[in-house]
């Protein structure tokens, strides 16, 4: 039998998109299951918000781990935990962490508060995930040079050199949807893309090549704008 890993692993190149409303507690996680999704992705940034934190890395590991954790064991397809830039853990305690947690794959960012890493130092921290481990393990590198208005040559530059540091696929977050195919050439491999209740939509994204479509914390967000609005209709007197 399959692992989840290697079915997780098998959505990605299986010519039907791969869609990943993000979940951030096992309630949520439950309903994505339940609506048909193939795998369960977390949001790092609506379960800091969940537990109390801000995102960019201001939740403790332990208790991003253990989040990610009930999540897993909420469900039973794949789950794949969005963790930030691993949180300053050495990448192989972080690897072991994750999979204790009953994850699958994961989310790696290229950047530190809002600073890009250098691409052969996160190409090196990859490469150690990946040795440690192994096939257990689907590994999504996250590109963030269009969140500091780089060139498309910087991103093409670093998601190849991830994808040959053992990533599964690369995620340009925030790449604008008509450079995609570019980023699809030159990058090679499946690419992940963002989309958001209020677009870019997962169709205008897989058309122009993205096989895996997220939508990070932009669910989450959608959701509590929904109760800010029905909160004064509940608090009006009924007479």
């Known amino acids: 039998m399959a692992s989840n890993a290697e079915l997780f692993r098998a959505l990605h190149h299986g010519g039907t998109p791969l869609i990943l409303p993000n979940a951030w507690d096992p309630v949520s996680a439950r309903i994505v299951a339940e609506a048909g999704f193939p795998a369960v992705a977390t949001s790092s940034g609506a379960v800091a918000r969940v537990l109390g934190y801000d995102d960019g890395q201001a939740t403790p590991a332990a208790e991003m781990f253990t989040a990610v954790a009930r999540i897993a064991r909420a469900v039973d397809v794949p789950v794949t935990a969005d963790l930030e830039a691993g949180y300053g853990l050495p990448p192989k305690e972080f690897a072991q962490r994750l999979l204790e947690t009953g994850a699958v794959g994961c989310n790696l960012e290229d950047s530190v508060g809002d600073v890009l890493v250098d691409p052969a130092r996160q190409a090196d921290y990859l490469a150690e995930v990946r040795a440690t481990a192994g096939a257990d393990l689907v590994v999504n590198a996250r590109v963030d040079t269009f969140l500091s208005r780089k060139r498309t040559a910087d991103a093409i530059e ?8 053992g990533a599964d696929c690369v995620y340009p977050i925030f790449a ?6 570019e980023l699809v050439a030159g990058i090679g491999g499946p690419i992940n893309a963002h989309a958001a209740p209020d677009g870019p939509t997962a169709a205008e994204l897989v058309a122009a090549g993205a096989i895996r479509i997220s939508y990070g914390t932009s669910v989450h967000k959608y959701l509590m704008g929904v ?4 909160l004064p209709r509940l608090s009006r007197d009924p007479a």
């Open 158 to 165: 670093r998601g190849r050199l991830y994808r040959r540091a």
């Open 227 to 230: 109760l800010r609005d029905l």
């Open 176 to 181: 604008p949807t008509d450079v995609l195919p």
